[in-house]
């Protein structure tokens, strides 16, 4: 099994990276996956917050942070390295892997290289899917269409979805649901990763009494994100020995 | 010789129904009269936030909540799940049937109620024998574990006394004159004080009416209960 590098980001600010992020890395948890997470958002972080254990803040921009996540590929045990991409920093972030030689190392197959590039229902969003894809050609990229309000990201406009979508070979679309205001905001107060909510329990294990009807909406939502993530065959990427995927 | 005891008995009776007028809100009145009557006034919701019948009917005793806001959905499913010995009492509003179900569906509900105890009761209302049995599949399929009884109420049920022997269990609420119904809304009274001679109907007629349908009615109510407790019966040796 190859080590996995899973960037998840946008140059978009707002449309739901970390959101991506947490989901991934619950559904990683659940699939026997053991991850760890890059939290870009330097100096606080965003990620850490809801997974603290598995998640460390980097910075990108310096070479001390690009060193952190890939001189330590190689090294650790741990078979998925999850990079929460902060707004703005997506294509830079993409041409840093590049000039250090990471995607040459992607190219020759030592490393797995998934990009789940998180689009907004704007035309700005949309517009980044161009200038990513100069750096994707040996990444399994993923467009995720994040519902965070009702978009329909112009299906009502088939000239325009295709201008943006048609054209693009990418390994897939990965729609994550829009998930109930009050559940997503009591999950954010809480400061836990949604499965531990589901579960109803605290950062500390401890049982936490939150709304039975809210935990319900993040079940059936984080349920409907594993359904997304295994239509793509994501799990399957990430476990697949050498020797059987080009 | 061993000591028979029964369990406690804890339900959540939820009228519901996908058709309106249909007989709901009696149904959830008639069960709220008796578990007041026998002595253990049960937590009440109002899912009709349009026309919270139940509420103005029993003064206020039932708690108006709306399923179209999470704080909403959020006050009715946590307060039938809340720490205690009240029998719960639903009456949903037809439009919230399916949104209801899907809710019950998505949080995994009657699971938890069992979980914790709680009996759920799901007093399915209709007008038709062909809808009472599409309508009960549907239910048994989607709400589980929970226990469906038909409602046959005696003022809306087609045909009520025939070929409703195939459901496992039933209910029926006999038909009252209506001029009895009218004269207890006018004066704001409940069914069990307006049996009382002095505070009640003046009609010792109308009394004794009401009497024989609240006890037809509550007799149902408590055979209920019987069949539940029995069924979870522990002996102890003596």
Not at chain 1, 11 to 18: L, N, P, R, S
Not at chain 1, 64 to 89: E, N
Not at chain 1, 148 to 164: I, L
Request: charged share 20%.
């Amino acid at each position: 099994m190859k080590h996995s590098v899973i960037l998840v980001g946008a140059d978009k600010g707002g449309v739901g990276k970390t959101t991506t992020c947490r989901g991934l890395l619950d559904y990683l948890i659940e699939r026997n996956v053991l991850p760890r997470a890059f939290d870009t958002e330097t100096p606080r972080g965003t990620l850490q917050r809801f997974h603290p254990d598995i998640t460390e803040i980097v910075d990108l921009s310096q070479t001390a942070g690009q060193m952190r996540i890939i001189d330590t590929l190689a090294r650790t045990d741990v078979k998925a390295s999850v990079i929460d991409v902060r707004a703005g920093q997506m294509l830079r972030t993409l041409a840093a892997l590049r000039d250090m030689g990471f995607l040459d190392a992607v190219a020759e197959k030592r490393f797995n290289f998934i990009v789940l590039h998180v689009l907004g229902p704007s035309i700005a969003s949309l517009d980044e899917i161009a200038e990513a894809v100069p750096f994707t050609g040996d990444a399994q990229y993923f467009l995720v269409k994040n519902k965070v309000n009702d978009t329909t990201f112009f299906d009502w406009s088939p000239a325009t979805a295709k201008a943006y979508f048609g054209k693009i070979r990418c390994a897939g679309e990965i729609v994550i649901p829009k998930l109930n205001e009050m559940a997503y905001e009591q999950v954010e107060l809480a400061g836990t990763s949604f499965s531990s909510f589901v579960a109803d329990r605290t950062r500390d294990g401890e049982e936490a009494g939150y709304s039975f009807v809210l935990r319900g909406y993040v079940r059936t939502w984080l349920r409907a994100v594993y359904a997304e993530f295994d239509r793509v065959q994501l799990a399957d990427i990430l476990t697949a020995s050498p020797g059987k995927r080009s | 010789m061993r000591h028979v005891v029964m369990s406690g008995w804890t339900p959540i009776f939820i009228a519901c129904g996908p058709r309106a007028h249909v007989g709901k809100t009696l149904s959830a009145r008639l069960f709220l009269e008796f578990c007041r009557a026998s002595g253990r006034p049960p937590l009440a919701f109002d899912a009709n936030p349009h026309d919270a019948m139940l509420a103005a009917a029993t003064k206020g005793a039932a708690e108006v909540v709306n399923l179209a806001t999470s704080v909403g959905q959020m006050r009715l499913f946590e307060g039938m799940l809340r720490a205690g010995p009240e029998p719960r009492v639903v009456d949903l509003w037809h439009g919230f049937y399916d949104p209801f179900l899907d809710l019950v569906e998505q949080t995994d509900f009657a699971s938890e109620a069992a979980l914790r105890d709680f009996k759920l009761v799901l007093l399915l209302h209709g007008r038709t024998l062909e809808e009472f049995a599409i309508h009960a599949t549907q239910l048994s399929a989607r709400i589980t574990p929970a226990e469906t009884i038909v409602v046959l109420n005696g003022h809306v049920c087609e045909n009520a006394n025939s070929g409703f022997g195939r459901f496992e269990h039933s209910l029926t609420i006999l038909p009252i004159a209506s001029s009895i119904l009218r004269r207890l809304e006018r004066g704001g009274l409940g069914f069990v004080e307006a049996t009382d001679a002095r505070h009640g109907l003046p009609s010792p007629v109308a009394r004794g009416c009401l009497r024989d349908w609240l006890t037809h009615a509550f007799a149902q109510f408590h055979a209920i209960e019987l069949r539940h407790r029995l069924g979870a019966t522990t002996f102890n040796p003596g």
